[in-house]
């Protein structure tokens, strides 16, 4: 009993359940299909869960500072056409790349401007923002995709070190770093701050605008690199690519225990949820689920992270007040 409460207080309770529905993902789809558990799957679930782990690092900074993101889809698609142009008119790949997330560090700053200067809404921000950049994807590229010639750079989305492609070392570093950062410095703690209380914040000397256009920023840069990746492993950059890929990484960041109502989540629980929505994409297709089904199945994931989100927010909303209650 002992060792279960000190795994419990170490890895968390909410952690605890959510690695238990992995492995029930898992054991459900192995049995369903016998080839999910090779080795290669697992290689290609992590490769296919590379870019919607770059956004979801990014959505947990936001998520945590009640801030939202609806344009990486978008953003991404376009990032990818953009490389993809830069590269054949001869641009060297670090050259590419660096223009690249430069772009994308723009529409951070630019969805941040609207959500900090003229008071929109993030939701609303980044949905227009979603849009202009969809259409920017097709101007550029006049609606078809561009294949990218330069075989270097499409090597970055095959190459493997140590048995894994490129693209999924890139999320695991940036998972590693970006954790690092939200759970041992100054500015993690920041974001936790504005999100529990904005003007809270404030009083106590931080600078909430500020710490929110360095999110929308971050997230604006990992998904200009998981873009690039993407067009690197598709061999070109392709404008209709990455449709509802912010929902993805949004269902990941909230079933790993960020909630929606800000100041709660860890970078390990949001790698736990991209596993968990990444075993449930693949599995849903390794069975032949019927693409329109797959929709249905994707929605009620989303609204199973939501429910969960807003019951865990009540009781930690009922623990506070009776907390409160003892004190007074």
């Keep these: 009993m002992n060792e279960k409460k000190k795994i419990t207080s170490v890895i968390g309770g909410d952690k605890i359940v959510l690695i238990v529905a992995i492995a029930a ?26 870019l919607v782990g770059m956004v979801a690092i990014g959505h947990t900074y936001l998520i945590i500072a009640k801030q939202n993101d609806l344009s990486p889809g978008s953003l991404a698609a376009f990032c990818g056409v953009f490389a993809a142009i830069l590269l054949n008119k001869g641009f060297p790949i670090p050259a590419a790349m660096v223009i690249t997330l430069v772009a994308g560090a723009v529409v951070g700053l630019f969805n941040s401007w609207m959500v900090n200067q ?29 294949a990218i010639t330069n ?14 492609p490129v693209p999924v070392w890139v999320m695991i570093i940036c998972i590693l770093i970006f954790g690092f950062i939200l759970a ?43 873009g690039m990746l993407f067009a690197a492993r598709m061999n070109a950059g392709q404008p209709s690519a990455n449709v509802n890929l912010e929902f993805d990484a949004i269902t990941a960041v909230i079933l790993g225990g960020t909630s929606f109502a800000g100041g709660v989540g860890s970078m390990f629980g949001t790698a736990l949820g991209i596993i968990l929505i990444q075993a449930f994409n693949t599995g849903l297709i390794m069975v032949n689920v019927d693409s329109f089904w797959q929709y249905v199945a994707r929605g009620a994931l989303l609204l199973f992270a939501l429910t969960s989100d807003y019951i865990r927010e009540t009781r930690r909303q009922k623990a506070l007040l009776e907390a409160s209650m003892k004190n007074a």
């Excluded at 929109?120 to 561009?146: D, H, M, N």
């Design 25 to 50: 993902v898992f054991a459900l789809f192995t049995f369903l299909n016998k080839n999910f558990m090779t080795v290669q799957n697992m290689v290609n679930l992590l490769v296919a869960s590379s």
């Design 118 to 146: 003229i008071r929109i809404e993030a939701f609303i921000a980044t949905l227009v923002s979603q849009t202009i950049i969809r259409g920017f994807a097709y101007i550029i590229c006049e609606g078809k995709p561009v």
């Design 151 to 164: 075989q270097a750079f499409n090597k970055l989305g095959t190459f493997r070190i140590a048995g894994l």
């Design 184 to 226: 041992r410095t100054r500015f993690g703690r920041s974001v936790y701050a504005i999100g529990g209380s904005a003007e809270a914040a404030r009083l106590a000397g931080l600078n909430p605008k500020r710490i929110v256009t360095v999110c929308f920023i971050m997230i604006g840069m990992l998904t200009a690199m998981g």
